[in-house]
């Protein structure tokens, strides 16, 4: 089973910036290189909204209309983590933040809040 645990939201102002990142473990022989990313993101009242993606390589890197532009997804075979960079932040970015494999099949972590607000 992999364990997904995401970190670095927090509240920022209109037009900052925050970096959040997302670390997967799990059993020995796991192989995380072998997995799309993505990141998604949750509001009160709202369903889950596909954020971004990435292959499992690095070099392909897909993102929803409403942040592209302003994210930006990597990742580190290495270690194990996925990131997303959130440049120019909205209001309307204001959510909890998850990641997950691509599709969505492992257990979802505890997310990672993120404020936009002045």
């Known amino acids: 089973q992999v364990q997904l645990v995401e970190a670095g939201g927090g509240l920022a102002q209109p037009g900052g910036s925050l970096r959040l990142s997302c670390a997967a473990s799990?059993?020995?022989?796991?192989?995380?290189?072998?997995?799309?990313m993505s990141w998604a993101r949750q509001t009160p009242g709202k369903g889950l909204e596909w954020v971004s993606g990435?292959?499992?390589?690095?070099?392909?890197?897909n993102y929803a209309d409403s942040v592209k532009g302003r994210f930006t997804i990597s990742r580190d075979n290495v270690k194990g983590a996925v990131y997303l960079q959130m440049d120019s932040l909205k209001a309307e970015d204001t959510a909890v933040y998850y990641c997950?494999?691509?599709?969505?099949?492992?257990?979802w972590g505890q997310g990672t809040q993120v404020t936009v607000s002045s």
């Open positions: 997950n494999n691509y599709p969505s099949t492992w257990s």
């Open positions: 799990a059993d020995p022989g796991f192989s995380f290189s072998s997995f799309w």
């Open positions: 990435i292959n499992t390589d690095g070099r392909r890197t």
